[in-house]
């Protein structure tokens, strides 16, 4: 495992939010092994609607933790409507909380052949192999 000292750069990993709390703990176990790589220095999970904590309130808690770089990670597969349009606004909402951060959107984690290897990894647990 490659560690990296922690700069001043926090992550914030972003879903869509869920009234089901296995659901939003799901990416709060995400935020908790990223952060444990050591490569940022806050790693916040944030639930755009229906849960909490918002993305200004996972932002924020970064800014407090010294962050002046904030990558948001969308927890989606695609381009749709919360990757083009809801997602960026947010965003837009924080950076003009917080006008001396720089803020960075990633893509959504999208095709990728890990992926696929994890698919089929399902299907075969599922299929008792």
Same mark, same amino acid.
Request: glycine residues 6%; contains cysteine.
């Given at each position: ?24 703990? &799901?990416?709060?176990? !995400?935020? %908790?092994? #990223?952060?444990?790589?050591? *490569?940022?220095?806050? $790693? ?10 918002? &993305?200004?309130?996972? !932002?924020? %808690?970064? #800014?407090?933790?010294?962050? *002046?770089?904030?990558? $948001? ?23 003009? *909380?917080?006008?001396? $951060? ?26 008792g192999e």
């Amino acid at each position: 495992m490659n560690t990296v000292k922690p700069s001043d750069s926090a992550l914030v990993v972003i879903d869509h939010g869920s009234r089901r709390a296995e659901a939003n703990e &799901l990416l709060e176990d !995400v935020a %908790r092994r #990223v952060g444990s790589r050591g *490569r940022y220095l806050c $790693v916040e999970a944030a639930h755009m609607e229906l849960a909490e904590p918002t &993305l200004a309130m996972a !932002v924020d %808690r970064c #800014v407090v933790a010294g962050a *002046r770089r904030i990558v $948001v990670v969308p927890y989606f597969f695609a381009m749709g409507r919360h990757m083009t349009r809801d997602i960026p606004a947010l965003v837009e909402e924080c950076q003009a *909380r917080h006008p001396d $951060v720089t803020f960075d959107l990633a893509q959504p984690l999208g095709l990728d052949d890990r992926l696929i290897e994890i698919l089929l990894d399902r299907a075969a647990e599922a299929e008792g192999e």
